[in-house]
């Protein structure tokens, strides 16, 4: 109350008590309003995704049978003759068909795959590469005898147009992919089934 | 009628402060007008879709086909009477929306009028632009169908490219690993309640400061009205001129509608395995022009987890340099004085030449993101993309110059 009536009295002289109480409030109100929006944020951010670990899946193991993951024949075990030459066809591992799971089997000649493909993973013509395009996760195509892009059977991502050499392991030839398609080990059953023969040689999809 | 109101709310004082409020005219002052009309309609088409919309992933059995619900409950929206038009015309305002922000921007920016005092506006109509972009984003997801799938899957991601933080960033965004089952819900919550509730603050704010500060004016009524504002009032002259333009937003999107279906999800069917063809929508395409050119062997290994690559260069950090460029236009072009009218664009070369520049840079990205379907290769693409911003912004700028 005294200082109150010092301010009254003397028109020029600010309470001093008064500039230092103003500046603890200030002080104060900026604390408050920084912990608030603090508060919020880590209350939202206490909210955990569902999943966290982008490329999780079930691994491959050997002799695993093979299935059509789509079309007319979904589900059915994919045998030796029925992928003919030059057509590919997208294949799940049976029990494990998740997303980064799919395969894509092609049927080309046996003689034109060279390194770096594991020439002892492609059985009468038939190798077996992850569908999924290492760039930004998408399902690729395969293009066999096409014109374009590439006048040569190749695996086609329809994102970006990342463009994969079946002939030697499934090497980037053009587009923005990082890495290359792992490749699958395959091998025959005794009914001439096409079964796997352990997991992808490399990460499948984006590295995240 | 008005009396009785009157009596109770003071009516007079209302009337007198605001519907006399003189509205200047210029053809370029229509853009933020069709984008708020757009967004009005957004909201009227987005609660009747509301009212058929299941917010869900799971598989329900159609028939003999097993589909995600949200994709079930659009067909069902399909076979409403006035559903599937409806739908159109939601996607078509979508896009009005956006793009009459952007030429917004560049009317905003071309005649000075984010200078002093309106630099706060400037800043709070570009946070619109990032809403309505992440509500174009988050509505895209929502027919769940093969092309939302991809489109969303792609984001995902994008966002998790962004160094140190991305992947946990696009984990809590995208609810888990895309496609999580818990994505669908996440996002119709992003898209029907929260961004439409930023949104709508954020136009309130704009608006707001838009009356107090007064609209900018034609430079020719500096001439004769200096000090006052020359226009029409806001009823019932102004008034009618809006209602007539929202009308004319309204019909024209239904006529659009009518004639060019888009994003017909009962063709693209639901998300399979296999990856159709898809491009994004025409405001994404210059970040996948961007993406195509830049060489995939591009790489930075900055710490051991964390790595510069292409998508990180085209994704996150060449659209953040632009974005923080425009977000420093009112510094970068400033005044000291507050401005209450539009300058013409020519007057200020170096920023007309910039603004030419950038609108060569997106539309000359946006065709390279076509390149394989022209036939353009990308070593001329990367030419191309070089020379004709740089080119557009020595014309432009001589351009101006020789008007001076």
Same mark, same amino acid.
């Given at each position: 109350?005294?200082e109150i009536?010092?301010t009254?009295?003397?028109e ?5 008590a008064?500039i230092?109480r103003?500046?603890?409030?200030k ?8 912990s608030?929006?603090?508060a919020?944020? =880590?209350t $939202?951010g206490t909210i955990?995704?569902q %999943?966290?670990?982008?490329n999780e899946?079930?691994?491959?193991? @050997?002799?695993?049978?093979?299935v059509y993951?789509m ?12 992928i003919?030459?030059?057509k590919?066809a ?5 029990g494990?068909?998740e997303?980064?799971?799919?395969i894509?089997?092609i049927h080309?000649?046996q =003689?034109? $795959?060279?390194s770096?493909t594991h020439? %002892?993973?492609?059985i ?6 992850? @569908?999924i395009?290492t760039h930004?996760g998408c ?12 006048p040569?059977p190749?695996?086609f991502?329809?994102?970006h147009?990342?463009?994969?050499n079946?002939?030697?392991?499934a ?11 792992p490749?699958?080990p395959i091998?025959l059953s ?5 079964i796997a023969d ?7 999809g984006?590295?995240? | 009628m008005?009396?009785?109101l009157n ?12 519907l ?5 005219v210029?053809?370029t002052y229509?853009?933020g007008e069709?984008a708020?009309?757009s967004?009005i309609?957004?909201?009227i088409t987005?609660?009747?879709l ?8 799971k598989?329900?059995q159609?028939?003999?086909k ?8 659009i067909l ?7 559903g599937?038009?409806?739908r159109y015309?939601?996607h078509f305002a979508?896009?009005?929306f956006?793009?009459?922000i952007?030429?917004?921007?560049l009317?905003?920016y071309f005649?000075?009028s ?6 706060i506006n400037w800043w709070i109509?570009?946070?619109l632009?990032?809403?309505a972009?992440f ?7 929502l027919?769940?169908?093969a092309f939302?799938?991809?489109?969303t899957?792609?984001g ?12 946990s ?5 995208f609810n ?7 994505v669908l819900p996440?996002?119709f919550a992003?898209?029907?309640v929260?961004?439409?509730i930023?949104?709508?603050l954020l136009l309130?704010a704009?608006l707001i ?6 609209h ?9 009205y ?6 029409i ?22 006529i659009?509608?009518?004639?060019y ?6 063709y ?8 159709p063809?898809v491009?994004?929508d025409?405001y994404f395409?210059?970040i ?9 062997t591009?790489v930075?290994?900055l ?10 260069i085209?994704?996150?950090?060449i659209?953040?340099i632009i974005m923080?460029?425009i ?5 970068l072009?400033?005044?000291d004085?507050?401005t209450?009218?539009m300058e ?8 007309f030449a ?7 840079f997106f ?5 390279v993101a076509y390149q394989?379907?022209i036939?353009?290769?990308i070593?001329?693409s990367?030419i ?19 008007k001076?």
């Open positions: 109350m005294d009536k010092q009254a009295n003397q020029n002289q600010v309470c001093q008064c230092a103003r500046k603890i409030l002080a104060g109100m900026g604390i408050a309003s920084v608030l929006v603090g919020m944020i =880590s $939202f955990k995704p %999943s966290s670990k982008a899946r079930k691994p491959i193991t @050997a002799g695993d049978k093979l993951a079309g007319p024949k979904k589900g059915q075990i994919i045998t030796l003759d029925s003919k030459l030059d590919g997208l294949a799940f591992p049976l494990k068909e997303h980064l799971n799919l894509m089997i080309e000649v =003689s034109e $795959f060279k770096p020439l %002892s993973w492609v009468n013509g038939i190798v077996a590469y992850s @569908a395009c930004m399902t690729v195509d395969w293009h066999p005898k096409s014109q374009t892009p590439a040569y190749h695996i991502c329809p994102c147009q990342s463009m994969y079946i002939f030697e392991g090497k980037v030839v053009s587009g923005p992919a990082p890495r290359p398609l490749q699958l091998k005794q009914n001439n089934e096409i352990g997991d992808f040689d490399g990460p499948v984006p590295m995240v | 008005y009396k009785w009596e109770r709310l003071d009516l007079d004082r209302f009337s007198k402060k605001f006399r409020k003189a509205f200047p210029h053809p229509f853009f069709i708020l009309f967004f309609i957004l909201v987005g609660i009747y509301l009212f058929g919309y299941e917010a869900s992933s598989l329900v159609i028939g003999s097993h589909l995600p619900a949200a994709y079930a409950s069902a929206i399909n076979n409403q009477p006035i599937m038009i409806i015309v939601h979508a896009h009005l956006l793009a009459s952007m030429i917004h921007l009317r905003v005649s000075g984010f200078k002093k005092p309106r630099e109509g570009l946070l632009l990032g809403s972009i509500a174009s984003f988050s509505g895209y997801l027919p769940y169908d939302s799938v991809t489109a899957n792609i995902y991601y994008l966002a998790s490219q962004i160094p140190w933080i991305g992947h960033l696009a984990n809590f965004v888990g690993a895309f496609p999580s089952p818990g996440r996002f992003y898209h029907v929260i961004m439409p930023v949104i709508s309130g704009h400061v838009m009356i107090k500060q007064k900018t004016q034609p430079k020719e009524n500096k001439e004769h200096k000090g006052s504002i020359l226009g009032p806001l009823w019932p002259q102004q008034t009618t001129i809006m209602i007539f333009l929202f009308l004319m937003t309204f019909g024209l999107l239904f659009i509608a009518s004639f279906p888009v994003h017909p999800s009962q693209f069917g639901p998300p399979t395995n296999s990856t063809m491009k994004p025409w395409l210059w996948y022009g961007l993406l195509k050119i830049i060489p995939n591009f930075i290994h710490t051991k987890s964390a790595v510069i690559d292409p998508e990180s085209g994704g996150i950090i659209p953040s923080l460029f977000f420093l236009v009112p510094i072009s400033k005044s004085q507050k209450y009218y013409t664009p020519k007057s200020y070369p170096v920023r910039f603004g030419i520049a950038f609108i060569a539309l000359t990205l946006s065709v394989e379907n036939g353009l290769s070593a001329l990367r191309l993309v070089l020379l004709i911003p740089i080119a557009s912004w020595i014309a432009s700028y001589f351009l101006a110059k020789a001076k």
